[in-house]
Each structure stands twice: as C-alpha cells, then as structure tokens.
C-alpha cells in the first residue's frame, strides 16, 4: 500500500491527491506572503524617501536605462506566459511539452539576468554606485534612490537567480517522467514562485523606471 | 472516500495567450503614458497600469480565481498586511511637523529644521549645492 501511494506522488498524510495539492498551494501562499512583506517594506522605503526627496528622485530616476528595463519587462512578462503553458502541460500529465515550456521559460530568465548585467554595467561606468564615486552633477539624495535601486533591483535579480535554479531541477524531473496529470504539484508551486517574481518586477518598473519619465 | 477539495480545473492556453497580450499592451501603454505630460495624472497610470497587471496575473496565472476559500484568505492576508504597514508608516510620516488643528507645516519636506537655541547641534538644510 505504501509503496503504491508512494509511485503516484501522495505524500503519506494526505487522503487524496486535491487535498495534497491544497495544502501545498497554501504554504507556497503563506511563503509568498512573507515575500510580499519583505518587498512591502523597501517599496514603504521607496515611498518614503520619494515624497520627502521629490525633485532628487525625478532627476535620479532619469538615468535609469528605460531600454533594459522596457525589454527586461517583456522577456519576464513573456517568460510567465511561457510558464503558465509549462503548467498546462504538466495538468494533463505531459512530460515532453512541460520539459520544453521549462526550459523555454529558463532561457528567458537568463536573458533577462544576462540584459540586468550589462544595464549593471553601464550604471557603474556611469558612476550610480551611492558612495564617494557618485557622480556629482545630481544632488546628494540622489544617492538614496541609487542606493534604493541597487538592494532592490539586486534582490529581485537574487530572486530570479532562485527561480531558474528551482525550474532546472523541476524540468530535470519531468525530463524523467516524474509527472502525471494527477500529481504535479511542484510545478505549480514553482510557477507560483516564478509569477510571483515577475509581479514584483511589474511593480519596479513602474516605480523605477517610468515614474517622472516625462 | 468523500471528496472534500477539488482539483483546480485546466485553464485553457487560449486564456494564457490572451492575459499575455493583455500584459504586453498594458506595458506599451505604461511606457506610452510615462512620456506624455499628464501632470499629476502620471503618478496614477503608473500605479494603476502594474496594479491591472498584477492582478491579471494573480487571478489567471497564479489561478487564484480558481482556489479554495481558504488559501484565497492567506493571499488576502499577505496583502492586507502590506495595507496595514504602509497605511500607519505614511500616517506617521506624512504628518510630521503638522501644526495641530491646521494644514499648515512648521518645516517643508527635503529640509529639516532650522537649528534652534534648543537644538545647537540640529543639521541644517540637507540640500546642499554640489561641486
């Protein structure tokens, strides 16, 4: 009987396999809501030092590469589209397609961290690094919004670095035919983790990038 | 064996392919807005273009619209808590330096306050002119 319950995927103390699919969708949420939090609270920052240090910030958040993160914004938008079809795949117990989708949606992934370097790249030559270094035609508090930036873009990037590493090994078990249409829940766990960091990105962009663009 | 939750059901990729299509006008409109002088209308289609977008992804992608009562309250929670941190944060710092019973500020934001007989070593104004 064990072994039986074991060769399906249901782990021993779940009933049936939706009850296991619950219960794992919701400790990836209460995960999720630690992170949104975590996130919450440099956003809060963000919001803070904006509206104390207005015109600083317009004039500092003008430097920001609008090209990196335009394309960056649509590789990660896409790589999500690309995700949801992983998922649709691994549903309907498919192996193959959900193999492909996941490494489809890696390689997006990559080129995004591969974009997020070289705009990494120019912000340093150009002297965005808060610090002694810091370029001095911009006013002092322009530091904190470098400063805001690099933890919060940094982070994000970490995130993603994350990401990628958990769908390798989600689509290393697919490759072995680990899935079946009634037990995929580590792909749909990943895919939540994975949308959730393209969330977060939605929201940088918008902050970061294109607040007083004009 | 009596069910007691229920799969989530199969999201057609015909959905999937949409939202996406949805999500990328929603960024050409984002970038579009972000270039024109709206004033302070600029702010609002900034927060209010990601917000759609966030939500987009919430209800379809992460099938949030398709999950059981109780896991939809633990994703509320995560967000009513953000509410509750930003509210009070802003509550505190949006009203520092209110004269009370009036609108008026004893010092404007980006500068502190003028040092006082009180306050010898107060900093002065912040915004000191660059080399």
């Known amino acids: 009987m064990a072994d039986a319950r074991t060769s399906t995927g249901l ?6 396999m939706p009850q296991q699919t619950e219960a794992s969708t919701l400790g990836m949420w209460t995960f999720l ?36 993160g335009s394309i960056n914004t649509f590789l990660l938008l896409t790589s999500s589209f690309t995700m949801s079809l992983a998922i649709h795949s691994a549903q309907q117990g498919r192996n193959r397609p959900l193999f492909r989708f996941l490494l489809l949606t890696m390689f997006l992934g990559c080129c995004f961290l591969a974009v997020k370097g070289l705009e990494y790249k120019s912000d340093i030559d150009e002297h965005l690094v808060p610090g002694q270094h810091f370029r001095h035609d911009l006013p002092v508090q322009a530091q904190i919004f470098w400063f805001l930036y690099w933890i919060m873009t940094g982070v994000h990037t970490l995130h993603l670095v994350v990401g990628v590493g958990l769908l390798a090994v989600i689509a290393w078990m697919a490759r ?19 949308h959730f960091v393209d969330v977060i990105w939605v929201w940088l962009y918008s902050l970061i990038y294109l607040i007083n663009r004009h | 064996m009596p069910k007691t939750v229920l799969n989530p059901p199969i999201v057609p990729p015909k959905t999937y392919l ?48 398709y999950n059981t009562p109780l896991t939809k ?35 404007e934001h980006g500068t502190w306050p003028a040092p006082t007989k009180e306050l010898p070593n107060a900093p002065g104004k912040l915004d000191s002119s660059n080399p």
């Open chain 1, 11 to 16: 782990a021993e103390q779940f009933d049936e």
């Open chain 1, 33 to 68: 809501a630690t992170e949104i939090l975590f996130f919450g609270a440099l956003f809060l920052s963000y919001i803070i030092y904006r509206h104390t240090y207005h015109d600083a910030f317009a004039e500092a958040s003008r430097h920001t590469k609008l090209l990196h």
């Open chain 1, 176 to 194: 072995q035919n680990k899935f079946t249409a009634d037990y995929h829940n580590p792909v749909m766990v990943s895919g939540l983790y994975w």
């Open chain 2, 18 to 65: 949409w939202i996406w299509i949805v999500l990328l006008l929603l960024l050409l409109l984002n970038v579009g807005l972000a270039h024109l002088n709206l004033g302070p209308f600029n702010v609002v289609a900034t927060l209010i273009i990601p917000f759609a977008q966030m939500l987009l992804m919430l209800l379809y992608l992460m099938h949030v619209r």
């Open chain 2, 73 to 107: 309250i633990f994703v509320a929670a995560g967000f009513i808590w953000l509410v509750i941190m930003v509210d009070l944060t802003l509550s505190d710092y949006l009203t520092r330096g209110v004269v009370p019973g009036t609108m008026r500020k004893t010092w």
